[in-house]
């Protein structure tokens, strides 16, 4: 089977100096992969490498069996999330906007929503088990939650690979819907 997500040889540097080394890394269809250790080893300039976020200095990421350099962004964008553990979100956006803006990737920026994405944000709350916080400003909310609300936007997106770059510190780890168990997309 060919993998939906790799990392061939990949080198990646960060202020000049090299954080990833010759990474070989391979995600298929179904795996899930987590990636735990202390901070500052490159768990999060993985993430970004894998994403197409960061520049590779050496070696390839691949995404379908392609080069990630060959594909356009959005592209890129409609097939892997990114959830990164800092929420740079304004205060006052709403959890339903927040989970929203997961489907820009489908639609643009100034496309009306369709009901295609009406149902992808109502569903990724429900899987997130948020539903009750939608209409809630993301500054009223713990860490936890806001944790989950960005989870909830990287799963409206419906890519076919999932990042989370989350931090496991907070109550978002422990509740079953931040388990291993969110089903996969139909």
């Known amino acids: 089977m060919r993998a939906l997500l790799e990392a061939l040889a990949l080198r990646v540097d960060r202020g000049g100096r090299p954080v990833l080394r010759d990474l070989d890394l391979a995600l ?6 987590a990636l735990v250790g202390p901070n500052a080893v490159g768990k999060s300039t993985l993430l970004r490498a894998l994403a ?7 070696g390839e990421v691949r995404l379908e ?10 592209a ?35 496309a009306r929503f369709t009901v295609q994405d009406e149902a992808a944000v ?14 809630r400003h993301l500054g009223t909310l713990s860490a ?7 989870v909830a936007r990287g799963l409206a997106q419906e890519p076919s ?10 109550s978002a780890c422990s509740t079953r819907s931040a388990s291993a168990e969110w089903p996969c997309w139909p």
């Open 28 to 33: 298929h269809p179904g795996e899930a992969l």
């Open 52 to 58: 197409g976020l960061l520049p590779a200095v050496g």
């Open 65 to 74: 069996g392609r080069a990630l350099a060959g594909w356009r962004r959005a």
């Open 76 to 110: 890129v964008a409609r097939r892997i999330a990114l959830v990164a553990a800092e929420d740079e979100s304004p205060d006052r956006l709403a959890v339903r906007e927040r989970v929203a803006l997961g489907r820009f990737p489908h639609r643009g920026p100034i």
């Open 122 to 135: 109502l569903h990724a709350l429900r899987l997130t088990e948020i539903e009750h916080l939608a209409d």
């Open 144 to 150: 936890g939650e806001r944790q989950l609300a960005a």
């Open 161 to 170: 690979v999932l990042l989370l770059g989350i931090n496991c510190t907070s």
